[in-house]
């Protein structure tokens, strides 16, 4: 294919502060309204934002910050949800239905039911998690 054939994704990236529950949901919002204006399916747009959100809840709940980048070409959505630790010890608990670290405070506020990594999982046409403690975790979900 020649190099002007090839598609250019809309590329937004957010940077996701910890804690920062004021702005949280922000990214996620964004990405779901640029999707309507560019006409993505119902059925599409909804797993894309749930997917999103929970990446975007974890960085703020769970990390120490990072960013939330979503690349777009036509009918494929890849997010990239990237952060600077502390990393996950263990995947495969982690991704386990009803596994949450969560302490008492975060679950008042309504989380922690240990579905957010399952759920991306869900939502995904391709999952894929990496994680290094004293690193930072990067989630990689392409979703169309
Ligand atoms: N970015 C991250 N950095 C460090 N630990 C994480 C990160 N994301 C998830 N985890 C760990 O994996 C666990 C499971 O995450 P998951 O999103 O499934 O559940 P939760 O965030 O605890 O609850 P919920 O998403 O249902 O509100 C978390 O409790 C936390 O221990
Ligand atoms: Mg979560």
Avoid at 31 to 48: D, E, P, T, V, Y
Avoid at 112 to 126: D, I, K, Q, V
């Amino acid at each position: 294919m020649k190099k002007e054939e090839r598609i250019k994704p809309i590329v937004m990236r957010f940077v996701v502060e910890q804690g920062n529950f004021q702005l949280a949901g922000e990214a996620s919002s964004r990405i779901k309204s640029r999707l309507l204006q560019l006409g993505f399916s119902g059925s599409l747009i909804r797993r894309i934002a749930i997917a999103t959100y929970e990446a975007e809840m974890n960085l703020v709940i769970h990390s120490y910050g990072g960013t939330i980048e979503a690349q777009i070409i036509p009918e494929i959505v890849t997010i990239l949800a990237s952060d600077t630790g502390p990393g996950i010890p263990d995947l495969e608990k982690a991704m386990q239905e009803g596994f949450s670290t969560a302490p008492e405070e975060i679950r008042e506020m309504g989380f922690g039911a240990g579905m957010g990594l399952p759920n991306m999982r869900n939502c995904s046409t391709e999952f894929e998690i990496v994680s290094e403690i004293g690193k930072g975790t990067n989630i990689t979900m392409v979703i169309s």
